[in-house]
């Protein structure tokens, strides 16, 4: 029976305006934070640990936590409407969990699992990158409180993933070198960071639920227990080679380019994550993806348009990632120095 506006109680506002965040620090928590500020209809809250020294956004709010504290977990999501779970996956693997069983507690009704990448209705890439039991594993929880998620379905992160070394796009920035899987024209689905928080901004922005029976515009009931589709950019590696080119003005002479089998290259990566070397999990994870038979492409299924989503650049784009590489490379030295 689907609930409506009009029968909430006299104290209901139609609207999502307090949000809990953990990781609002991190790599995809920290755009998700700017874009929810910007919209100047949220508050943010950090769910931070004690002693955290990470760089929040301007603006959010933090309150501090023990994970293994329940209460003060607990306390910290008290009058939250929202919680989205952003972790690192060296996270400790019961910490979802246990954000999930506070959010409960606390009285939130949604959650935002971690997730953010694959097509939860594709089992067999969930199965064979490891990564879907793990994230069904967390929404059924959700939904056996009696709380409702709602899962950012995004591809790989476009900056991110080509700023990240060989093992996921192939580019080694560094050495100049790309590594091509097969014949390098295989197209995948892909986000970037700022496209995802804006998204996610977009989807909390929304009326919770229908004013009444004949409203029949998107809300954040729309959503209830589903996936958020979204894309930046549908591209092959020599589609973003040849963006990439562009932006530094090299040519292939540049480059020192090897092909592998995809195949292949993903039975290695899957062998050293076999024997505790995680380092093959990514090459594992972006293998798949580029699978000839059976690629992360989301285009069929994309919101982009429904959630009046921006065009982007494809090449201001990878500007940004060959950018993360350069403020890595200092971060670094300044840690070295």
């Known amino acids: 029976m689907p609930k409506y506006a009009k029968n909430q109680s006299v104290n209901f506002k139609n609207a999502i305006e307090r949000v809990a965040l953990v990781g609002a620090g991190g790599t995809i928590g920290s755009h998700i934070a700017n874009a929810l500020l910007e919209t100047g209809r949220h508050t943010v809250t950090a769910i931070s640990r004690k002693g955290s020294g990470n760089k929040l956004p301007e603006g959010v709010r933090v309150a501090s936590v023990d994970y ?6 607990v306390a910290a ?10 972790m690192a996956p060296t996270a400790p693997r019961d910490t979802h969990s246990k954000l999930v069983q506070a959010a409960d507690k ?22 064979d990158t490891m990564l879907g039991p793990v994230a069904k594993a967390n929404r059924d929880e959700i939904e056996r409180l009696g709380m ?18 060989d093992a996921r796009f192939g580019f080694d920035f560094d050495k100049r070198s790309l590594t091509i899987y097969d014949d ?22 929304l009326n919770e639920l229908p004013k009444d029976e004949n409203d029949k515009s998107l809300t954040l009931s729309t959503f ?9 950019f549908v591209v092959s590696q020599n589609d973003m080679f040849e963006s990439v080119k562009r932006v530094t003005d090299t040519t292939d002479a540049d480059w020192t380019i090897t092909h592998e089998d995809t195949k292949q290259r993903y039975k290695d ?17 972006y293998a798949r993806g580029f699978y000839p038979d059976a690629s992360n492409d989301l285009t069929a299924k994309t919101q982009n348009e429904l959630l009046g989503l921006p065009e982007e650049s494809l090449d201001e784009s990878t500007e940004i990632g060959i950018n993360l590489v350069k403020e890595l490379q200092l971060r670094v030295e300044r840690m070295a120095s």
């Open 68 to 73: 293994d504290d329940e209460a003060t977990l």
């Open 106 to 127: 606390a009285g939130i009704d949604y959650v935002m699992p971690n997730g953010y990448g694959l097509d939860i209705d594709d089992i067999k890439l969930g199965e």
């Open 148 to 165: 409702k998620w709602i899962t950012v379905c995004c591809g790989f992160w476009y900056d991110y993933s080509l700023a990240g070394g």
């Open 269 to 285: 990566g899957l062998e050293q994550v076999k024997v505790g070397n995680m380092a093959g999990f990514g090459k594992m994870l």
């Open 224 to 232: 209830f227990n589903k996936g958020v589709y979204l894309k930046s």
């Open 77 to 86: 999501l008290k009058g939250q409407q929202f919680l989205i779970i952003t």
């Open 184 to 205: 390098g024209n295989v197209k995948i689905s892909t986000s970037t960071l700022s496209q995802v928080g804006r998204a996610v901004a977009k989807v909390l922005s």
